[in-house]
């Protein structure tokens, strides 16, 4: 595989400094100029050794490179593309680390009149519970999945550049469309997340919350885990995914309304078919830990 020349890092957060550090240990850039919209997190990047140069700008960060990496959340994709559209060199190869596709597709297509050929949407599957460029860690992606969603413009070189990219960095390629993909994630990563955040949120509002806390077990704990997660980047997520994320939303209510039903008839059989059903799905699937989508 060739050495790019330069990244172009927009957004030294985990995920985008994880990406940097994995790229200099396998030798395939020669420099990282990161942008931050906080100067302070640029410039821990830089003492940490994740980049080499602060930009003073965004379009300063792609100016020159050739590899340009957008790790900012997906409702901002839009104004990063408005920014270094002037920038970035023709054969630049683009990804970017959005949870959502759909919505990262029309960005660019609205910056640009056009989906830019040369740009390859990516969503690593891998992450940490700690968020910023201190969790930033050269083995993030090593083991996991990144799914690809190229459209009908996506130059096959292109393409080939980004599987090449996400592969040195010891991860596994699957590709969907947008649609595909955002309907997926939907059902198992976003939808249990909102589920988390409800129920917490339930448990907050009432009189007896710190009792019921106190109370609370393993079980608990397993269920609560993801309700920990990050404000930002999950209201952004439900923002950019509401649609497909409403749908499974919907699935899951009259799924909890046909429990509630045979509570309340008192109907022991309808109840035990219901669980039954859930316990046996549940019992024969098994993690495949290259494609956990606990990780955002």
Same mark, same amino acid.
């Not at 994709?77 to 970035?88: E, N, R």
């Not at 993030?140 to 459209?151: A, E």
């Not at 390629?173 to 649609?179: A, E, F, G, L």
């Given at each position: 595989m060739k050495k790019?020349?330069?990244?172009?890092?927009?957004?030294?957060g985990m995920m985008g400094g994880s990406f940097a550090l994995a790229l200099k240990r396998a030798g395939?850039?020669?420099r990282v100029v990161g942008y931050n919209k906080s100067p302070?997190?640029?410039?821990?990047?830089?003492?940490?050794?994740?980049?080499?140069?602060?930009?003073? *700008?965004i379009l300063q960060a792609v100016m020159g490179a050739d590899l340009v990496l957008i790790s900012?959340?997906?409702?901002?994709?839009?104004?990063?593309?408005?920014?270094?559209?002037?920038?970035?060199h023709k054969d630049a190869?683009?990804?970017?680390?959005? *949870?959502?596709?759909?919505s990262v597709i029309d960005a660019a297509e609205g910056v640009f009149g056009m989906f830019p050929p040369n740009f390859v949407p990516s969503h690593p599957i891998a992450g940490k519970e700690q968020a910023g460029i201190e969790a930033a860690d050269a083995d993030?992606?090593?083991?996991?999945?990144?799914?690809?969603?190229?459209?009908q413009r996506t130059e096959d070189a292109a393409l080939v550049n980004a599987e090449t990219v996400w592969r040195s960095l010891g991860m596994t390629?699957?590709? /969907?469309?947008? *649609?595909e993909h955002d309907a997926v994630f939907a059902a198992v990563s976003h939808l249990p997340h909102l589920l988390g955040f409800a129920y917490m949120n339930g448990i907050a509002g009432q009189s007896e919350a710190q009792q019921f806390l106190q109370m609370a077990g393993p079980g608990f704990q397993d269920f609560t885990r993801i309700a920990a997660g990050d404000p930002e980047l999950w209201s952004d997520i439900f923002l950019a995914n509401s649609k497909e994320i409403s749908k499974q939303s919907?699935? /899951?209510?009259? *799924?909890?309304k046909k429990l509630e039903d045979a509570m309340r008839s008192g109907s022991s059989q309808t109840l035990r078919d219901l669980i039954s059903t859930a316990s046996a799905l549940r019992s024969g699937w098994t993690l495949n830990k290259k494609v956990s989508v606990d990780d955002e």
């Open positions: 790019f020349k330069q990244l172009g890092l927009i957004g030294c395939l850039v020669e302070n997190k640029a410039e821990l990047a830089k003492r940490m050794g994740v980049i080499d140069d602060a930009a003073a *700008s900012v959340p997906v409702a901002a994709t839009f104004d990063v593309l408005k920014a270094v559209q002037f920038g970035l190869l683009i990804l970017d680390v959005g *949870s959502t596709k759909q993030l992606y090593v083991g996991k999945r990144v799914i690809l969603t190229p459209t390629i699957s590709r /969907m469309t947008p *649609s919907t699935a /899951m209510l009259m *799924s909890l």
